[in-house]
């Protein structure tokens, strides 16, 4: 049943970061209660009603200027050099400072997380930020918990994000929040979002790891494994995707990753395991059928032993954590 719309007021400015502010507004203006029911009301607030520049040199024309914006449910922060070193901060840290006490929600994406630590609203919370600028971050502002590894975190009615990607991933939390899980996933569906990541799960991921050692066609074969996991990752089938022969490839795969082939298709189907059991309504059999295990026993031998506990204790943990 569709329900009243929220408004989101997403900041602009010069030197801000494309990214954070189209990943996010693209995918709240993808959510709706039913065809042509939208769950927002966007709106891009500028300095001033002069259009501005992103980084990449991209203009954006505001719809209102910080002097004559509505009140809004959400406000959200995009990151950007401009925020973060040049003029722009100012103008925007005193328009917040006014407008988020009575604001239910306010969220920021990679660096915009540097207007909410300079009005202190962060203090002694915990905060994320794109990896980058983890050090820099903490050293100005020691009150601050950083996460430096977190895709997105929620502490009080503050949401701060890594930045680029991780802003997409926290606006379909906050779409999950308001609307529920399915116009969520439809949102992610729509914006061929590979998968809908939780805020917990870190920002250079596993496999990401084993593909920036790579070279040649092997990244491309990590690549193939991960969408390939329920099928047949033998040691042969392997050699032959990588057009080379079983000791060949056993040997220029060893020396790459440092684990065997075998080792490394476990870890492959142990980490994406992991995941899916963070998912609501995880089933631990069907889990272990659809990354490629034998057997619901063998999924649980395997996953006890990389992890020190049971996956349906692993499962329960989180959901009480969540």
């Given at each position: 049943m569709?329900?009243?719309?929220?408004?989101i007021g997403?900041l602009?400015?010069?030197g801000?970061n494309?990214?954070?502010?189209?990943?996010p507004?693209e995918?709240f203006?993808?959510?709706e209660?039913e065809?042509g029911?939208r769950c927002y009301?966007?709106?891009?607030?500028?300095?001033?009603?002069?259009p501005?520049?992103?980084?990449?040199?991209?203009?954006?024309?505001?719809?209102v200027?910080?002097?004559?914006a509505p009140?809004?449910?959400?406000i959200?922060?995009?990151g950007?050099i401009?925020?973060r070193?040049?003029?722009a901060?100012?103008?925007?840290?005193r328009?917040?400072?006014?407008r988020?006490?009575r604001?239910?929600?306010?969220?920021?994406v990679?660096?915009g997380?540097?207007?909410?630590?300079r009005l202190?609203?962060l203090d002694?919370r915990r905060?994320?930020t794109?990896w980058r600028?983890?050090?820099?971050?903490?050293?100005?502002?020691?009150?601050?918990?950083?996460?430096?590894?977190?895709?997105?975190?929620?502490?009080?009615k503050y949401?701060t994000?890594?930045?680029?990607?991780?802003?997409?991933d926290?606006?379909l939390a906050?779409?999950?929040?308001?609307?529920g899980?399915?116009?969520?996933?439809?949102?992610?569906r729509e914006?061929?979002?590979?998968?809908?990541?939780?805020?917990g799960?870190?920002?250079?991921?596993?496999p990401?790891?084993f593909?920036t050692?790579a070279?040649d066609?092997m990244?491309?074969?990590?690549?193939?494994m991960?969408?390939?996991?329920k099928?047949?990752?033998?040691?042969?089938?392997?050699?032959?995707?990588?057009?080379l022969g079983?000791?060949?490839?056993?040997?220029?795969?060893?020396?790459?990753?440092?684990a065997?082939?075998?080792?490394f298709v476990?870890?492959?189907?142990?980490?994406?395991?992991?995941?899916?059991?963070?998912?609501?309504?995880s089933n631990?059999?069907?889990?272990a059928a659809?990354?490629g295990f034998?057997?619901?026993?063998?999924f649980?031998?395997a996953?006890?032993?990389?992890?020190?506990?049971?996956?349906?204790?692993?499962r329960?943990?989180f959901?009480a954590?969540?």
């Open positions: 569709a329900s009243a719309r929220r408004s997403i602009g400015y010069d801000i494309a990214l954070d502010l189209i990943g507004m995918a203006a993808s959510a209660w065809a029911q009301d966007l709106v891009v607030v500028g300095p001033s009603m002069a501005f520049a992103a980084e990449s040199g991209a203009v954006f024309q505001p719809a200027d910080l002097a004559h009140e809004f449910d959400t959200l922060i995009p950007g401009g925020l070193c040049g003029t901060g100012d103008t925007i840290d328009w917040l400072r006014e988020e006490p604001t239910r929600r306010v969220a920021s990679c660096t997380v540097y207007v909410l630590a202190g609203l002694g905060a994320a794109h600028h983890v050090a820099d971050l903490r050293g100005r502002f020691p009150a601050l918990l950083v996460d430096a590894d977190a895709l997105f975190v929620k502490d009080g949401y994000a890594a930045g680029v990607t991780a802003g997409i926290l606006a906050l779409i999950e929040e308001d609307c899980a399915p116009v969520a996933l439809s949102v992610a914006m061929v979002v590979y998968v809908k990541r939780p805020g799960q870190s920002q250079y991921s596993e990401l790891q593909q050692r070279v066609g990244a491309d074969l990590v690549t193939w991960l969408m390939h996991l099928e047949d990752l033998s040691l042969e089938v392997l050699a032959d995707r990588a057009n079983v000791r060949h490839f056993s040997r220029r795969f060893k020396a790459q990753f440092d065997t082939p075998a080792d476990l870890n492959l189907r142990l980490t994406e395991a992991r995941r899916r059991l963070t998912l609501p309504r631990v059999d069907k889990i659809s990354v034998p057997s619901a026993q063998a649980r031998r996953f006890e032993k990389h992890y020190g506990v049971s996956p349906s204790a692993y329960d943990a959901a954590q969540a």
